[in-house]
């Protein structure tokens, strides 16, 4: 029977469904004994692909103990005895206890101090971990969730884990300065545990905003900091964390010249701003030719557009989904620096910003909303309400359906709570992250207002725009 629901199951035509209660333990071992006897073992795929790093070519790695070390880390963990834990899975090769590895990621060999293979409640120290164990392992201090440990001899950077942006923000304090130092420390754990999570300091309002992907999962690092780190810390309202981007083609000059007693200043760079699909992220074209502005002031200019990209221009959020191309300035053989061609490249991005146009862009979420048949007028209601955009209606067995919508973020704040009300208690719902749209027009002025700006660079005519 076990043969036949394995080769069912790797085959995709059996689906092995088993019930059970962690919360009571029942069930838990044959879940476990199931995952042996019916999924995919490493050895049923034979080998894992990667790239070389220099290369870019691919490369695979068999799973067995007799080809070089291959790891993938793929969770970071701070624990109060042992300190940093690095949790890997190795794909091939022996690792030892004392050697050194390589992450080809960030260019930097890793000792390995300690190997732990860890249990439910308790820490084995071993000595050599092989082919196919997932361990922890204690010494490596700038590996990251998603990157690769290998041997020098065998160069391999396995595929990376993709994590999403965060989409919500809010404002993090401690209850009184004695704790401001431990929270920032117990924060920075937390972030290198979970990638999602992104710490940054607001130099405007001096204050240390905390963003990841939703409220419940900023509620939870709140209380892990008072249950596990003993700090006191209270978090603001949430807040949606709104993008900008360019409408139109734009160029734009951007001259910084200042002259004093000694060595001036001198900066000239022209640039061409153009939408990018979404998603697109940052470009940078060089164009420079002739040696209108010497090479090693490249970088410089490029620097300046993406600082400059982190304020915006519209309400002060980042802008994404653009290319920018340098494709003429000058320079002066003595008063030319790199600060110099910086600031003049934040000068003009700022200025074709204008030119261009700008938009506001929201994160908008998938939402599936599980609900009885008869509320769901009610509930189909208020999600117009809330500017969804309904994707579909499924009927379920029993009396429930399902609805599948996507709806701004900033609209699904306690949402928790209205669904409860419309359903006595009995809907449920889910978000994820899907993508940005542009904020409608009346909208957008009042976050931008809100935010202490001016709505003169809002692309109110749209026409060319994405």
Not at 114 to 134: S, T
Request: a negative charge.
């Amino acid at each position: 029977i076990r043969q036949g629901l394995r080769k069912g199951t790797l085959a995709f035509r059996i689906v092995p469904v088993l019930c059970g209660s962690s919360l009571r333990n029942k069930g838990v071992q044959p879940l476990l004994d199931a995952v042996c006897d019916f999924l995919p073992s490493p050895l049923d795929i034979g080998f894992v692909q990667g790239t070389d790093p220099i290369t870019g070519e691919p490369v695979e790695c068999r799973l067995t103990e007799d080809e070089p070390f291959c790891a993938l880390a793929f969770k970071i963990q701070t624990d109060p005895y042992v300190g940093r834990l690095v949790y890997i899975r190795i794909y091939s090769g022996r690792l030892r206890k004392g050697e050194s590895v390589y992450n080809p990621a960030k260019d930097i060999n890793e000792r390995i101090m300690r190997l732990l293979r860890m249990h439910a409640n308790h820490r084995e120290d071993v000595d050599e971990a092989r082919a196919g164990d997932i361990v922890a392992v204690v010494g490596p201090k700038a590996t990251m969730t998603g990157e690769t440990l290998c041997h020098k001899a065998r160069l391999i950077l396995l595929e990376q884990i993709e994590f999403p942006q965060p989409v919500i923000f809010q404002v993090i304090e401690a209850k009184d300065r004695a704790h401001e130092e431990k929270m920032v420390e117990a924060l920075q754990k937390l972030s290198a545990e979970d990638p999602t999570l992104k710490l940054r300091y607001d130099s405007e309002t001096g204050q240390l905003v905390l963003a990841g992907m939703g409220e419940l999962q900023l509620e939870i690092v709140e209380d892990r900091l008072l249950r596990e780190f003993n700090v006191q810390a209270r978090l603001g309202k949430p807040q949606v964390a709104y993008r900008e981007t360019v409408a139109r083609e734009a160029t734009a000059e951007g001259r910084y010249i200042r002259q004093t007693g000694g060595r001036g200043q001198y900066g000239h760079v022209w640039l061409r701003m153009e939408p990018l699909p979404q998603g697109a992220g940052f470009e940078f074209v060089n164009q420079i030719a002739g040696g209108v502005i010497p090479s090693e002031f490249i970088p410089a200019v490029e620097g300046g557009v993406r600082e400059a990209m982190e304020t915006g221009v519209l309400a002060g959020y980042p802008v994404v989904d653009v290319r920018v191309t340098l494709f003429d300035g000058s320079y002066h053989e003595v008063d030319s620096s790199e600060l110099a061609f910086k600031l003049a490249a934040q000068i003009a991005f700022k200025e074709a910003c204008q030119r261009a146009g700008m938009l506001l862009l929201e994160p908008i979420m998938a939402l599936e909303v599980l609900i009885p048949r008869e509320h769901m007028g009610e509930v189909l209601g208020d999600l117009t309400a809330r500017r969804a955009k309904i994707k579909g209606v499924q009927e379920l067995t029993g009396n429930a359906v399902a609805i599948e919508a996507e709806v701004p973020l900033a609209e699904v704040f306690g949402y928790a709570t209205s669904l409860r009300s419309l359903t006595q208690g009995r809907g449920s719902y889910t978000t994820r992250p899907s993508h940005y749209e542009p904020v409608p027009a009346h909208i957008a002025e009042r976050i931008v207002l809100s935010r202490g700006y001016s709505m003169s660079h809002y692309a109110t005519n749209l026409v060319g725009a994405r």
